[in-house]
């Protein structure tokens, strides 16, 4: 079935560092991808959505120049959190689906999630 | 987006089953019901999605009344590793539309 990966699972890194968060579909091509925000103990909070070969999407409160997404690939989406804070410290989960034509239908898959602490 | 109104938590013993019912009084025509469950530290993972009626797999069955305002997740015989956040979400059919998660029902299976 379809499969979405995410990577690095777990990240830890000094304030002021970008991290880069991968979310590829494994085995099948994704024009349209989307980013959540997890706190602890709380529901997942759409980010954004990632759209292959275009600007994204992103939902009102989210700074853009703070979380980079970029789609360059059917595949492949990328979250870069620039600067990070410990504010930014969450739970950042990426999903996809087939999404297109009979396949439109199908409900999203999520990645495992990216454990992000900042320091 | 339509909006989700679900339990905040339940409780179950092993071996009962499980009901956690949903409501969605604005669903659109095109929207579809699906369910998630989330352990700690993973993403949602898929359980089961309907349209109207009554839909079954071999972990869960959703039952969808015909003004589909709500929508029930029955899971057979609840075992200690059910115990996890379950999510019921509505959506329009298309891949590229966006999605909005509710605040889900934290089930706990007690031995």
């Known amino acids: 079935g379809a499969v979405v990966s995410q990577h690095p699972s777990w990240v830890i890194c000094k304030s002021g560092t970008s991290v880069k968060i991968e979310c590829r579909s494994l085995?099948?091509?994704?024009?349209?991808m989307f980013w959540y925000r997890q706190f602890p103990k709380q529901s997942l909070m759409l980010m954004a959505t990632s759209n292959e070969g275009s600007k994204a999407t992103y939902e009102q409160g989210v700074e853009k120049d703070k979380f980079l997404i970029n789609h360059a690939s059917l595949t492949l989406s990328t979250l870069t959190v620039t600067s990070a804070h410990p504010e930014d410290s969450s739970f950042y989960i990426c999903s996809a689906n087939l999404g297109q034509g009979p396949y439109s239908n199908q409900p999203q898959h999520f990645g495992d999630g990216t454990r992000l602490s900042i320091l | 987006l339509a909006k989700t109104t679900q339990p905040i938590s339940m409780d179950s013993y092993e071996g009962q089953e499980v009901n956690i019912t949903c409501s969605h009084n604005n669903i659109a025509t095109n929207d579809y019901i699906t369910w998630y469950q989330q352990f700690p530290s993973q993403g949602p993972r898929f359980i089961i999605q309907?349209?109207?009626t009554k839909v079954t797999n071999e972990v869960a069955s959703l039952f969808i009344p015909a003004d589909r305002k709500s929508s029930t997740l029955s899971l057979p015989r609840v075992s200690l590793s059910d115990t996890a956040v379950y999510y019921c979400l509505v959506r329009p059919s298309g891949g590229y539309q966006k999605v909005t998660f509710g605040t889900g029902t934290k089930l706990q299976v007690i031995p």
């Open positions: 309907g349209y109207k």
């Open positions: 085995d099948f091509q994704a024009t349209t």
